[in-house]
């Protein structure tokens, strides 16, 4: 049996690989192409492209990369056509995937996507391609299953992969050992896991630990970096900012689970990441900032409150968000100051943190969503022998 993957980052990584591993315990007999990373490539899937040469955000960029990712897709097309993968899964990364889908369905080859583009936060009218493209769509939360069903779609719920990662997760007793030190309140600070975040959401975090270790002299910070190249870039924003070289503040890479166990409150950019953040209760300040042009078409292409997965889990701004071309280091100094000056504040957060993850915490979506490839791979052959 043959399935193509196409995840075009490090989250869609992650869960390519936990998908691979639970196709794998259903049928040992399985190969694996596609588009991926590292992590996919240690399960044993046959890369096309790493997703570190997909990386891309923002429309220049895109025009930029468009003959590589037009060669990419060309490549993926003469693939499918020869070795006929019996399913197409995509995985988030919504402007290369639908590239793809489009390839694998004038094939005739089934298509799902799983971790499925956030459309009814930011593009309702995407919803035709997706009825068009895409044979069945695995869900990541009831509300969005819903949505699609109401719009015609063929929807499941599996759950989000993500709490399977959360659910199996260790600490590194080293890494832990290396955030001892310092005594007072340590802040995490998460700038995102693409150079282009950095570069939008660094400085604004960077000048906010500044004006925060002004006010609160036990405070210090622990970045959580993705990749070497991601701490070199923090740094080099922090020295820009004529940050004192004795000012407390670490550049960690690969220590993100470690950093939010032992953290008092964060600073993040929006992300998946979130769900991490709500798992350990961690309270969180949620930011993102990007050009004017794409803030702004953002807001008027935007249908739901708010931009964080907890948000709108909740229902409400559990954590609080700030999303603005705008610098936003006053508004994220004042909200945090509001933190380090109320305690009992604070706890009383974590307390209604802890009860939203119990009530949304559901794992097992890898097995669920290995259940529908297998079980739309044995419909289709059903179809074609009928």
Not at 166 to 176: D, F, H, I, V
């Amino acid at each position: 049996m043959r399935v193509f993957i196409s995840a075009g980052e490090p989250s869609g990584d992650l869960h390519g690989a936990n998908l691979i591993k639970a196709l794998r315990q259903k049928n040992q007999n399985l190969e694996i192409i596609g588009f991926g990373g590292t992590k996919m490539q240690e399960e044993g899937a046959s890369l096309l492209a790493h997703c570190d040469q997909l990386e891309v955000m923002g429309f220049n960029q895109v025009l930029l990369r468009l003959p590589q990712f037009i060669r990419w897709v060309g490549q993926a097309a003469r693939m499918m056509r020869l070795s006929r993968p019996h399913a197409v899964v995509l995985i988030d990364f919504p402007g290369f995937n639908w590239w793809i889908a489009q390839k694998a369905k004038d094939l005739g080859i089934p298509v799902m996507f799983f971790v499925p583009p956030q459309i009814w936060a930011w593009a309702g009218w995407r919803i035709n391609k997706m009825r068009r493209l895409v044979d069945r769509v695995l869900c990541n939360f009831p509300f969005e299953e819903k949505w699609y069903q109401e719009r015609g779609v063929d929807a499941r719920l599996v759950g989000h992969p993500y709490f399977d990662e959360l659910n199996k997760r260790s600490l590194s007793p080293q890494k832990l050992e290396l955030l001892q030190g310092h005594g007072g309140r340590k802040i995490a600070i998460l700038p995102g896991s693409r150079r282009q975040e950095l570069q939008s959401n660094g400085s604004t975090l960077l000048a906010t630990a500044r004006n925060l270790r002004a006010k609160y002299p036990d405070v210090h910070f622990e970045v959580a970096c993705l990749r070497p190249a991601h701490a070199q870039t923090m740094s080099e924003l922090g020295r820009a900012l004529q940050l004192p070289h004795d000012f407390p503040i670490q550049y960690r890479v690969d220590c993100t689970p470690e950093i939010i166990s032992k953290a008092w409150a964060c600073m993040s950019v929006s992300g998946s990441v979130s769900l991490e953040l709500l798992h350990q209760a961690l309270p969180s300040q949620i930011v993102y900032q990007s050009s004017a042009h794409l803030i702004k078409l953002a807001r008027i292409m935007m249908n739901c409150k708010y931009i964080s997965l907890p948000n709108l889990l909740a229902e409400e701004e559990v954590f609080p968000e700030s999303f603005d071309y705008l610098d936003l280091t006053q508004t994220l100094t004042n909200r945090m100051s509001g933190w380090l000056d109320s305690p009992d504040q604070l706890e009383g957060l974590r307390n209604r943190l802890k009860s939203l993850w119990s009530t949304v915490f559901h794992p097992g979506a890898c097995d669920r969503a290995a259940d529908e490839v297998l079980q739309m791979i044995n419909q289709k052959q059903v179809q074609r022998a009928g």
